[in-house]
């Protein structure tokens, strides 16, 4: 169809939820919203909720989901990558998701798969860079030294990411290193965020460890991911340092969220048994940074397990909900909040007239319901389903 109404029973725009609220569609975009349905096109009725194309804000996409998924991308070659990659969007699609921004590949595999038809548009980090052995160097984004994290930077701008990705400390899919301990220095990270600038790129770090978050907080990053706030006594977050991540404008993508049971790596297994924490723990403590005013996006770190497949963000955005953060703000973590991050708040992640009709119909209305987010029963990409 070039043009048709999609007249849903409610509609959330991306910031507020409406009822009875007619959406118009014409060559892709969104042409109108409200008012009286135009004669002559068609119509698609639903008892269900309108919303924007949802938004996957840290994903994996070259990961299977499968155990060990991470462990076997530098065996992949070009030919298999792009296999797990297509397979991850069309997964992704069928969650509603329709774009996504990918956190580490390898060979920038993922970059090659923008503005191909058919998939949600892609963000795109290349290999975060690492350090040597450090969180994820299998993905080849290993530097040591400031003219190697320089050329690394550099790299990155020439490849034409749309974000650089800096592992700040140790994580729990890479034996070896440590989640708690800091993989740069201070100078390092502050280069890095000052090489990437210069070159117009945004910074998001991997945080698991409250020294790692403080020192990527100190280097100015744009964005924090996970952002865990783990220590030796537990999951610790001042007053003070949510503050500070909210007054310096910083983004966090949490990555709750998990589908079916989920069984955590060894090093965060340890973690957790060690110091009596539980994952209501780090929901609370996720909660407190949006209480606290900082921004926070919802991306599943799909790809990399089991308990993270690809199409999991409703999982993520449930998760904010059960921790008391407030619905409609939940959802624009993944639609208008996350559009505003990834630079494209101009054309996507809302419903408004010219924007694009990325859209996705749930079937009952996720505002009294989070659950349903997880039950699309139609998307549209550009206005096609």
């Not at 973690?271 to 900082?294: C, H, K």
Request: include cysteine; glycine fraction near 14%; proline fraction near 6%.
């Amino acid at each position: 169809m070039d043009a048709f109404v999609i007249r849903a029973a409610r509609v959330f725009d991306g910031e507020r939820a409406h009822d009875d609220l007619p959406v118009v569609v014409r060559d892709g975009r969104i042409d109108a919203v409200g008012g009286p349905v135009p004669a002559g096109l068609p119509v698609v009725g639903s008892p269900g909720t309108l919303l924007p194309g949802l938004f996957d804000m840290h994903t994996h996409l070259c990961g299977d989901g499968a155990p060990g998924a991470l462990d076997r991308l530098a065996g992949y070659s070009a030919d298999e990558l792009d296999q797990v990659i297509e397979r991850a969007l069309r997964a992704q699609l069928a969650a509603g998701v329709t774009t996504v921004r990918d956190l580490g590949d390898r060979r920038y595999a993922t970059l090659r798969w923008r503005g191909r038809p058919g998939v949600p548009t892609i963000l795109a980090a290349g290999p975060p860079i690492t350090s040597v052995g450090g969180h994820c160097w299998n993905m080849g984004g290993e530097a040591d030294g400031p003219d190697a994290l320089r050329a690394a930077v550099a790299e990155r701008a020439e490849r034409g990411v749309d974000v650089v990705k800096v592992m700040a400390s140790g994580g729990g899919m890479t034996p070896g290193t440590d989640i708690m301990a800091c993989q740069f220095t201070l100078a390092e990270l502050r280069l890095i965020v000052e090489e990437a600038h210069a070159a117009g790129l945004p910074v998001t770090a991997h945080a698991h460890g409250t020294p790692a978050v403080e020192q990527a907080v100190a280097a100015r990053v744009d964005g924090i991911e996970h952002c865990s706030c783990f220590t030796p006594d537990g999951i610790r977050m001042s007053d003070e340092l949510a503050a500070t991540i909210a007054g310096q404008d910083i983004t966090v993508c949490p990555t709750l969220g998990a589908v079916g049971a989920m069984t955590p790596p060894p090093a965060l297994q340890e973690f957790l048994v060690r110091t009596g924490s539980t994952i209501r723990d780090r929901i609370g403590q996720v909660a407190r940074l949006a209480a606290a005013g900082v921004r926070i996006v919802s991306g599943g770190d799909s790809g990399i397990s089991p308990g993270k497949p690809h199409g999991m963000v409703a999982s993520s955005v449930e998760w904010l909900v059960d921790g008391g953060v407030d619905t409609a703000a939940a959802l624009a973590s993944a639609t208008s909040v996350a559009a505003d991050v990834a630079g494209l708040g101009g054309r996507k992640g809302r419903i408004r007239p010219g924007f694009d009709a990325d859209l996705v119909l749930v079937d009952g209305d996720p505002l009294t319901d989070i659950t349903a987010l997880a039950r699309p029963e139609r998307v549209w990409l550009a206005g096609v389903s």
